[in-house]
Nanobody, 126 residues
Framework: QVRLVETGGGLVQAGGSLRLSCATSGGTFFGYAVGWFRQAPGKEREFAAGISWVGSARYADSVKGRFTISRDNAENTVYLQVNSLKPEDTAVYYC????????????????????WGQGTQVTVSS
């Protein structure tokens, strides 16, 4: 079973930036899509950004142009650069690995992601 660990969250002012990391271990990383999801207090978990096993990126409309996802297959790590942060970006950010290998997801339904990290808190002050 692959293990995912998110780091890089913190408290920033609006307009600030963070770089979130999702390090994986204990399983196979190559060939799997990885997604970043977030959950704000009182809200459902939502898709933020995802990257396919070949490096194709997909973003939620709410973060497009501000977030950039990338992956380093040699380091078994996925990164999420978050810029121009807004208070509404405040949430716990989770990374998750798709259960399906060598698939370029057409949707980023959390139900397709079987391995999740513990999350990292991002708080944006106004």
């Amino acid at each position: 079973q692959v293990r995912l660990v998110e780091t890089g969250g913190g408290l920033v002012q609006a307009g600030g930036s963070l770089r979130l990391s999702c390090a994986t271990s204990g399983g196979t990383f190559f060939g799997y899509a990885v997604g970043w999801f977030r959950q704000a207090p009182g809200k459902e978990r939502e898709f933020a950004a995802g990257i396919s096993w070949v490096g194709s990126a997909r973003y939620a409309d709410s973060v497009k142009g501000r977030f950039t996802i990338s992956r380093d297959n040699a380091e078994n790590t996925v990164y999420l650069q978050v810029n121009s942060l807004k208070p509404e970006d405040t949430a716990v950010y989770y990374c998750a690995q798709d259960t399906r290998r060598f698939i370029n997801p057409s949707s980023w339904d959390p139900m397709n992601f079987g391995s999740w990290g513990q999350g990292t808190q991002v708080t944006v002050s106004s």
